[in-house]
């Protein structure tokens, strides 16, 4: 699913970023010019980012 439109950034490349190490929309930002235009995208990024931080997270707890 498309978050960006302006970019044509999705999901999987926002997730990407945040295996990458990225841990908010500023730093997604930095790799990817998400909400650079428009800036309509950035309260849906959020939300992406926070899940694939909180996969991450739970990934880790059950390799452990
Ligand atoms: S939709 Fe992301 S900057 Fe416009």
Redesign the pocket.
């Given at each position: 699913m498309f978050?960006?439109?302006?970019?044509g950034?999705n999901e999987k490349a926002i997730q990407k970023a945040v295996s990458e190490g990225a841990k908010n929309v500023r730093e997604v930002r930095k790799t990817l010019n998400?909400?650079?235009?428009?800036?309509?995208?950035?309260r849906q990024?959020h939300e992406v980012i926070e899940q694939a931080k909180a996969s991450a997270q739970k990934a880790q707890f059950y390799a452990a």
């Open positions: 978050v960006c439109i302006c970019h950034i998400l909400g650079s235009q428009c800036g309509q995208c950035v990024a």
